[in-house]
């Protein structure tokens, strides 16, 4: 059984552009949840969506949104990018909104330069 | 504020030792306290998870230890490996929190043989 599937695995990107990030959750899963892991540091929760219905936000700048189409996947779009921007993001999907069943991707390797 | 505290940030232990990692936290509403292992270019993947109704959780080699007097949950790997070499992060969330899981800062932890 496939685990969560994100793509892509790296991406370069100049300030200023905009990114889109993709996430497969598992299949059954209907909550899709993003995190922003900068190096060195424990990964910070951006969104989560369950039901194609955002149910939950981080502290992050508007400039980064997020959908959830009715297969469940998702896509985190990210627009003028910094280059604080430049982190590991990881998609994680659970059966249902708690955090307890959360299965996490191997993530997107985003740099800004 | 960081709502998360993890120490050691690095830890050292030879084959066969105990590793220790310790964490606080300032929430009392948090009733979910997980531990993540990432490995790199991976995303965490959950090891064990303690709910503040039990003071103590154990699987195989790894055990929690919960003390909610003093706000302070560590995770304790028996027999460590060389193969547990990795980053080792502990996080809480709230119930209703729409999955937000709040994540330490991450300990690297290396076995040595």
């Known amino acids: 059984d496939a685990g969560v599937t994100q793509s892509p695995t790296h991406l370069i990107k100049t300030r200023g552009q905009q990114v889109t990030l993709r996430c497969s959750p598992i299949?059954?899963?209907?909550?899709v949840s993003w995190y922003q892991q900068v190096l060195g540091q424990g990964p910070q929760f951006i969104f989560q969506?369950?039901?194609?219905?955002?149910?939950g936000r981080g502290n992050f700048p508007d400039r980064f949104s997020a959908r959830q189409f009715p297969n469940y996947s998702s896509e985190l779009n990210v627009n003028a990018l910094l280059l604080g921007d430049s982190a590991l993001y990881l998609c994680?999907?659970?059966?249902?909104?708690?955090?307890?069943?959360?299965?996490f991707g191997s993530g997107t390797r985003l740099t800004v330069v | 504020q960081q709502q998360v505290k993890q120490s050691p940030q690095s830890l050292i232990v030879q084959k066969g030792g105990i590793s220790i990692i310790n964490c606080a936290y300032e929430?009392?509403?948090?009733?979910?306290f997980p531990w993540y292992q990432q490995f790199p270019g991976k995303g965490p993947a959950l090891l064990i998870a303690?709910?503040?109704?039990?003071s103590e959780k154990k699987e195989g080699r790894f055990t929690i230890s919960f003390n909610k007097s003093a706000k302070q949950f560590s995770l304790h790997i028996m027999d460590s490996q060389p193969g547990d070499s990795a980053t080792y992060f502990c996080?809480?969330?709230?119930?209703?929190?729409?999955?937000?899981?709040?994540f330490g800062k991450g300990t690297k932890l290396s076995v040595k043989p």
């Open positions: 994680a999907s659970s059966l249902g909104q708690g955090a307890a069943s959360y299965t």
């Open positions: 299949s059954g899963h209907k909550s």
């Open positions: 969506y369950y039901e194609k219905e955002e149910r």
């Open positions: 929430n009392t509403a948090f009733d979910y």
């Open positions: 303690i709910r503040p109704d039990v």
């Open positions: 996080a809480a969330s709230k119930e209703g929190s729409q999955g937000n899981l709040i």
